[in-house]
């Protein structure tokens, strides 16, 4: 056994308002590419002349997708129907696989004579992979012993959807939901990012909406969400191949007067501050330096980390486009950075 | 600045077929689903046991889009039709900013009034993404100089695509294109995997490709060629984020008599044997283990990585679709070795 | 006023098994194309010679997506959760609209401070485009008054989805959803298919699949649903631009023993017998011929309407793959039918 | 053998711009939707007070796509290094298959052991579906003979893409690839739209671009060109399922100065004037009254066909816009017009 080894530093600090209270914190980021810290870092220190990077975090869901089969397309329609009237047994069943799940909703899709079924589930504070693979083969038990049309096929059919690029997690949701936002003032922006408001949202229109849509994109508008994702679950043990999903969200930025309103939506992002890989002794001690810890109601702490997530991808995602409207800054920065 | 620690394990002996070479090899991968290794591992060694999986790298190179506008397509579409006739000078620009950086093409799109153009270089042994920048600026500066109709938007317009999700990227090529092959008699697959071949197949079919139909994915089919690219990537010194488009890739089967075909194709496998993080200690021993330093033409050496990177997914994909058709196994084998 | 006069001619007979109940008829299609006649044609006397092509309907909505904004994510969160409270206020203002419109559910997508309203609406007989305009107009105006802190953006916001390719129409619903399936003996198939179930399997899996995986489809995997769709949309007087939405639909096959299971799920058939366009002498004809202008519960009409649609797709589609298992069928066709 | 008759209306006139020449004509339009007409015509004719609608023909390929196995992707890379240097043999086979066929290039894609190859023909002044499918069979027979290791698996492999929703169709070419773009006064914006600029502008990034971004879209932005192509296509007796590729198109606005810059850029409009369905009457007729059954090179008339497309969608689609900016006008115009 050996080690992987990654650069962390601590960036900020962050100015953020979450759940109506306003704080500042440092943020760990792992990464090999280290022009992020400074990225991030300068936009972090900006939010703290502002009011802070305001988040709101819209839903709160993690989910896994069992797939049967029937005879016919008939069948599973009778099947749904009468599963309607039984969602009590799907809630019972789901709760007394593990302590922290709630069952949230179910979503089903029938494709000729196979049917999708993705369950929704609140994990608490656990990211909750595998809380919801132990709820679903409950349901699955349950399903087969319920209606004996029903054949087994896979325990995740592909609909959940994990690590992978798709469209229903941004629609129906897998993990937490997070929108953040910032205002800048025209002065402040062009001092310290040596930009106008204007000129950022020019370059957002024209390179994350229609780069984007050229790109053959999905569901996804951004300049790189994915850089900081990925340096910010490294640091507190996340699994980071939740940055595919994750990072397909969407920046929308507007002129308010001559200020700048500046938001990133992540619909995906899958963070937990407990289970696995959180023991690890930096992870407790990054975990404790977000506050995200402390004694709060359940899931509270997971929340936290979710938002902290979101409102340092503003900061890198701001950060970047300012740079890309000074021709050549982000060169620069880059050679020098990384002959250091 | 702290460290951030992930666990790492040489997991194999595999046995792969390389530039019409053969050899067997301990691939390290770093990871906190700890699992991954055990899973991995078993096709791994099922592969020393048969004739080794088959790599092929189709196409190598990387990109950066350019954004400019104009006052009209026509405009655009006038100096599109002049630069046909001065490749060569791309040619020259692009081969005079790197030493290592050879042109290959370009693809240009105009939408209204804007000219999104996308730069193809080969950038050697190097993953590329500094080198393509540099290049990229040259052909703008040029660009604006050459045709003072137009005029500078970004640096990069979306259309690379780096770190998003798109199509482009598998269309046209971002990184190395490879697929790597296995074929598996029935009795060793009964015997290693516990399932039969054509079990393997059916699931395929239902999860693989019509569920990620259903979920709204795009040109990607596959289990969770994530995990497996995250864990390479960061025990190679890779950027890591690069999983985003290097997972939208396809597993394509094949029942061959009553042998299985197992397939994977990954048309955006980005990653170096030399830049950024390569010179990190443990990077460089695993590297070596890989056989990746050594002395052999310009861009062979990066290959041969992203043929290691194939064949790993590989491994790791077909060993999740046989556990997912044992019902049970799956959660089990998580339950235990987690709790280790 | 001059006229567009397209050949038109009824195919079949097309043996289909709706609501439980089993009948044979007559399909007219308006197409420039005229080798789809033949083609439909062929299959559907097939399943006259079978138990018919079973259909499925598993949902039935419209829907309309109007836009509002307010200052934050925040204020609209806040919003949308006071508005869980007053769903009876929706379910009131929408059925008040119409007299045949029935609240089915709404969804809700913020993204930074915009919000995205997605009303479902069952409308009857009718395709249902007016009807949810109106009652959108309802909930807008309640709304812009409920809450003063909502400003007007746009009555749709292209979250309907009205016409255009999308993934949310098909997870959430827009028009019916219907299944058609058809189970054909290895040996008809081979006498009027003059192909093998086996062959018809694997070029589905090859093309249809994988191919349209590889092209960078969405939720789309068929080989020519939207022919089938415009010319029984034209001939029976809808908004044939709903072939767009309506041409995303899932192919699905398997082996059954020796016998071939066939399957085409379209998850948003729009059609209507009633509305703008139905009162044309010919449409008259052509619904009553389908047997859609019956005194039945409000919206079977149109139920039964996307059946047929769906079966008649179904008919087009094995008839296609069929021709391309036999090399050179497919272009004589359409040469000796386009010269007469 | 009945009739489908679908009411048709001159709307106009309109004033273009194509191949450096100035016209104005009335463009046949046919649809059940007649309040289409309105909003159509009223742009049409603020574009003759204007300095008319530029348009820009990009590109012109039909494309078809065989498909092909083998034992291994090795053994299809070996096979494609061969045939690079023989693309002078599938010119010679493309340009023998038919009088007006031009060889334009190829692609190929493999996934495993499957080769997907997608040539690319320019088909004179038809549409081309037939033409490149007698090419392909050309195509085909050679590489069989020339690679005996290669097996035939279909004529089209849904990689070519016909009628289909896809990524690949925008990024290499299918059918004619057309901007229209069109500057307006703010005053006259406001007199005939009664919407400023701006209203249309901001309407615009929340509802095409943001809005599409957010429903899963691909490669489309915009609010309904599927309606106008429908009716134009139908009119001009095109193929007109071909809307489904058609409709995946973006439009583009910008502000200059105070006036308003509209552009519709629809890389996927096929259409033809000769062949299948161009020789009815009312065909002739109306392709008479668009100047496009003139004595020109070879493809200038259908390359007319398809700029006049553009230039109407790009009508419509502003029309509809500015309707969504006046709360209420678009409701009262359908209501009005369809009782009429």
Chains 1, 2, 3, 4 share one sequence.
Not at 121 to 143: R, S, Y
Not at 217 to 232: G, I, Y
Not at 300 to 316: D, H, M, P, Q, Y
Request: proline letters at 3%; aromatic letters at 6%; charged letters at 20%.
């Amino acid at each position: 056994m050996s080690q992987t080894i990654i650069p962390t530093r601590l960036v900020g600090p962050l100015k953020i308002v979450f759940a109506k209270k306003i704080f500042e914190i440092n943020v760990p980021l792992a990464t090999y590419e280290t022009p992020l810290w400074r990225s991030v870092g300068r936009v972090a220190r900006l939010s703290c002349l502002l009011d802070g990077i305001q988040t709101t975090v819209l839903r709160d869901v993690m989910t896994r997708s069992i797939l049967l089969e029937a005879d016919s397309a008939q069948t599973l329609f009778d099947i749904l129907k009468d599963l309607q009237r039984k969602s009590e047994n799907l809630k019972e069943l789901v709760e007394k696989s593990s302590k922290f799940a709630k069952f949230h909703s179910y979503h089903a899709e029938v494709i000729g004579n196979l049917l999708y079924l993705r369950l929704a589930i609140t994990t608490g504070d656990a990211a909750g992979h595998n809380m919801v693979t132990k709820a679903a083969e409950q349901v699955l038990d349950w399903l087969l012993k319920e209606y004996p049309q029903l054949k087994y096929v896979s325990l995740s059919g592909n609909y959940c959807v994990d690590k992978k690029v798709s469209a229903v997690n941004g629609i129906l949701g897998r993990g937490k939901s997070v929108v953040a936002e910032l205002t800048i003032t025209e002065e402040l922006c062009i001092k310290h990012l040596r930009v106008s408001p204007k000129d950022i949202y020019n370059l957002h229109i024209k390179k994350n909406l229609l780069g984007s849509i050229l790109a053959g994109s999905l569901r996804s508008a951004n300049a790189h969400f994915a850089n900081m994702l990925l340096a910010f679950y490294l640091a507190t043990g996340q699994d980071a191949a939740n940055i595919v999903e994750g990072s397909q969200g969407i920046t929308h930025v507007e002129l308010r007067g001559n200020d700048l309103y500046f938001s990133v939506s992540l619909p995906n992002i899958i963070v937990g501050t407990v289970g696995n890989g959180k023991d690890l002794p930096f992870v407790q001690e990054n975990l404790k330096t977000l506050g995200c810890l402390e004694k709060r109601p359940i899931g509270e702490n997971s929340k936290r980390l979710a938002a902290i997530a979101a409102a340092t991808v503003l900061c890198g995602e701001l950060s970047l486009l300012a740079a890309f409207c000074n021709r050549g800054e982000l060169m620069r920065s880059h050679e020098v950075l990384e002959r250091k």
